[in-house]
């Protein structure tokens, strides 16, 4: 069974750091590119970065600089270094595996002082 499950999200201040992790199951993982998604309240859902199977990356433009997506291939989990956080990245935070069009949950992330 195929399965995407977010953590590490939460309430922080602005300027501070999270690390969301998305585990995944059901040997998807290495055959997919991997991609953070975030939506907020009344907006539509947005890439924030993206990582194909060999690693190349791709963020947004609000996140370049400040975000870092990484993935571990022997743990089957993707990673979103997110630093320098802004009232603006307050989401809800989805992984999707891209090329077979899984979704996870979506884990929260609140950014406010």
């Known amino acids: 069974q195929v399965q995407l499950v977010e953590s590490g999200g939460g309430l922080v201040q602005p300027g501070g750091s999270l690390r969301l992790s998305c585990a995944t199951s059901?040997?998807?993982?290495?055959?997919?590119?991997m991609g953070w998604y975030r939506q907020a309240p009344g907006k539509q859902r947005e890439l924030v970065a993206v990582i194909t199977s060999g690693g190349a990356t791709n963020y947004a433009d609000s996140v370049k600089g400040r975000f870092t997506i990484s993935r571990d291939n022997a743990k089957d989990t993707v990673y979103l270094q997110m630093n320098s956080l802004k009232p603006e990245d307050t989401a809800v935070y989805y992984c999707k595996a891209v090329n077979d069009g899984y979704w996870g949950q979506g884990t929260q992330v609140t950014v406010s002082s």
């Open positions: 059901g040997s998807i993982f290495i055959k997919n590119a």
